[in-house]
């Protein structure tokens, strides 16, 4: 590979690195072509981006980004994929539902709301993590709820009234 061309791998890297908030290095060595094409659709089918890299080039693409992965050079060894992706948790769900039937991918580590994740055994973690929205709809949730206890208490105070009211008036008719 010439230098032009280790040069463009690296450019693309870094454009990645820059367009998606998280992203997992894997190890999925040792995956035949069928559960490699397998888990490239899978991949696919859940907007996550999945791209074998050469760790070298890599670790050159992490030095031009804004970006502290001082951390993840250390587990750059041996085979590397890179799974890019907008939702924090989806890419450690898929490899729990992949690793299901198959021994990998296997998670060296991860970059996940600017907190560095090493080692597989992150993975549940990281799988529990709840996404951007699912925070957002829980706060909407944890706000709404006082909302509404006030709301009906207030609609059966006024039924109440209302029946009230109506009992006095046939009452004194």
Do not use: W
């Not at 031009?64 to 948790?89: F, G, P």
């Amino acid at each position: 590979m010439t230098r032009e061309q280790k040069n463009k791998i690296i450019a693309q890297i870094v454009e990645l690195l820059k367009e998606y908030p998280h992203f997992y290095l894997v190890d999925i060595s040792d995956l035949n072509a069928a559960d490699t094409t397998l888990l490239r659709r899978m991949c696919y089918k859940q907007g996550i981006k999945l791209m074998v890299v050469k760790n070298t080039l890599l670790e050159k693409a992490f030095d031009q980004v804004d970006a502290d992965y001082s951390q993840l050079k250390e587990v750059l060894k041996y085979h590397t994929a890179l799974m890019l992706s907008e939702s924090a948790n989806a890419p450690a769900r898929l490899i729990k539902d992949f690793r299901k039937q198959h021994p990998k991918p296997l998670l060296k580590a991860a970059y996940v709301y600017e907190t560095v994740y090493i080692g597989d055994e992150q993975l549940n973690t990281l799988a529990s993590l709840k996404s951007r929205e699912e925070m957002i709809a829980d706060i909407v949730l944890l706000l709404k709820s006082p909302m509404q206890t006030v709301l009906g208490q207030l609609q059966s105070g006024g039924d109440i009234l209302a029946r009230l009211v109506k009992a006095l008036s046939e009452r004194e008719s």
